[in-house]
């Protein structure tokens, strides 16, 4: 079993550029795929982006290709999400997920087990 806490978020205005941590305990992070979803008020929760356990295989929402980076250093069992470009409908709570039992990570939030409590990111205009 793994926990994950995520930091990282405030406030911050168009443009503007903010890293996401997620933080893992247990010695067993390094097997685990990691995803980052998002969920705005009164939207459901929305795939943001996923990282194989190893880092080889990185997948993307198309609302934030090319703007959001995700990484992961499994020596230190954290898992960035760096985002810049950040525009107004990114504000949302942004939760890390991890999974160990598909062979490659998941862009469905149904098939993670495991979930940090959700960090506020709130882009002004």
């Known amino acids: 079993q793994v926990q994950l806490v995520e930091s990282g978020g405030g406030l911050v205005q168009a443009g503007g550029s903010l890293r996401l941590s997620c933080a893992a305990s247990?010695?067993?992070?390094?097997?685990?795929?990691v995803g980052w979803f998002r969920q705005a008020p009164g939207k459901e929760r929305e795939f943001v982006s996923a990282?194989?356990?190893?880092?080889?295989?990185?997948q993307y929402a198309d609302s934030v290709k090319g703007r959001f980076t995700i990484s992961r250093d499994n020596a230190k069992r954290t898992v960035y999400l760096q985002m810049n470009s950040l525009k107004p409908e990114d504000t949302a709570v942004y939760y890390c997920?991890?999974?160990?039992?598909?062979?490659?990570?998941?862009?469905?939030?149904?098939?993670?087990?495991?979930w940090g409590q959700g960090i506020q990111v709130t882009v002004s205009s």
């Open positions: 997920a991890g999974d160990r039992l598909l062979s490659v990570p998941s862009t469905s939030s149904y098939v993670y087990p495991y």
């Open positions: 990282i194989s356990w190893s880092g080889d295989s990185t």
């Open positions: 247990g010695r067993t992070f390094s097997s685990y795929h």
